[in-house]
């Protein structure tokens, strides 16, 4: 419900930006995903590929990776159909807490920024 909430607002936010109608053609999406190798990754990858197989055009997926980049992350990035740019980040290992969790993963972000 949350999430449902926050793509409201985003959208109420692009119409104020940028009027009602916005030109798909034009508008170019960049998601970025941070993520590390966990006994549940692959079931959180596919489900992240599977909803942005539903946006349209222009779409690119930055895939940023702690610990560096792994084989089983690439294999479901290149059968995803989706245009994508997987890279890694030497994190000496992920951290227990959530807080620090949390850090890291906004760290990557930012690191798929640059």
Known sequence: MKAHKLLGTVQHQQRILYGSVMD???TNLLV???TYVRTFQTLHMMSVI???RNVP???TWIVIEAGGVSDETASLLMNSRLS???L???EASIPS???DRIE???RLRAEGLR
Do not use: V
């Open 50 to 52: 599977h909803t942005l």
């Open 88 to 90: 890694g980040f030497m």
């Open 57 to 59: 055009d222009p779409l």
């Open 104 to 106: 890291l993963e906004a």
């Open 24 to 26: 798909s053609s034009q």
């Open 84 to 86: 994508y740019h997987h």
């Open 97 to 99: 807490s959530w807080n």
């Open 32 to 34: 970025i995903t941070p």
